[in-house]
């Protein structure tokens, strides 16, 4: 589909358009990205006031998720991308903090009556989560890495999601929205539902043995389907004729 963009108006309109025109778009790779997105919003049902930090740390995931859906539908990749490192980052710490809920494992005083959410905490998160969750952990870790190592800071490979020759090869087109490619969009969906749900399975298995979080009455029931919606898509990617021509040039790096 083509979306104006030659004003601020344009814009501001297309973007509309594009996420109301995102379930014809992307299908059901649009469907189960926001479902699972939604999920994150009702899952918990109720959770006690020792454990605040968790429910705020929970608030950032759901938020930048949602973000980062808006944002590859709106064709903004690198948006959409360091939308979701915050989710695994945010994730990371909402973890932590179901069997560490108090606020000094993650900020000290300073002075001023400020709070110093140091390095030195932020290691300290990450090495319990590589005692205790080591699978999850190294999920978020190498998630982290593939986007570090491509969308979160500027490079020659992302340029080409917004310059183009024009056919006369004197000019140049330098369009505001990404060069859409239904194939990657679809990539992208797929990999923000894979993260939240890996988040909430990760979430499940800490309060196991807390108990501090009550989980929505149709929580199973609902996970499961979400699971298996999100790994049928994935198992039909990655058949594709596309994907294997992908993963021949690029390898690892181009999985959703």
């Not at 705020?56 to 948006?79: E, G």
């Not at 002075?111 to 590589?130: F, M």
């Not at 190592?149 to 183009?164: E, G, M």
Request: hydrophobic fraction near 45%; aromatic fraction near 12%.
């Amino acid at each position: 589909m083509a979306f104006k963009q030659e004003t601020i108006e344009d814009i501001v309109e297309s973007e509309h358009l594009m996420i109301l025109a995102a379930p014809r778009r992307y299908g059901a790779y649009y469907a189960v990205a926001l479902d699972v997105s939604a999920f994150l919003s009702v899952a918990v049902k109720s959770l006690d006031r020792e454990h605040e930090i968790f429910g705020r740390f929970l608030s950032q995931v759901k938020n930048h998720h949602l973000l980062a859906i808006f944002a590859i539908v709106r064709l903004h990749q690198t948006q959409a991308m360091m939308n979701l490192r915050q989710v695994l980052e945010a994730g990371a710490c909402a973890a932590f903090a179901i069997a560490n809920p108090h606020q000094d494992h993650f900020a000290k005083p300073a002075p001023g009556g400020t709070l110093d959410a140091s390095q030195e905490l932020t290691a300290k998160r990450y090495k319990w989560l590589d005692e205790n969750f080591p699978k999850e952990s190294s999920y978020i870790k190498a998630t982290k890495e593939k986007i570090n190592s491509s969308a979160a800071h500027a490079n020659i490979v992302y340029t080409q999601k917004n310059f183009r020759v024009a056919d006369n090869g004197s000019e140049f087109i330098v369009p505001f929205f990404d060069i859409e490619d239904g194939y990657f969009e679809q990539g992208e969906l797929l990999m923000a539902a894979g993260i939240a749900i890996s988040l909430i399975d990760l979430f499940y298995g800490v309060n196991n043995d807390i108990n501090a979080i009550v989980w929505c009455d149709d929580f199973e029931s609902r996970f499961r389907s979400l699971f298996e919606r999100e790994t049928a898509l994935r198992l039909e990617m990655y058949s594709s004729d596309r994907f294997k021509e992908q993963q021949r040039k690029f390898g690892h790096l181009f999985s959703p």
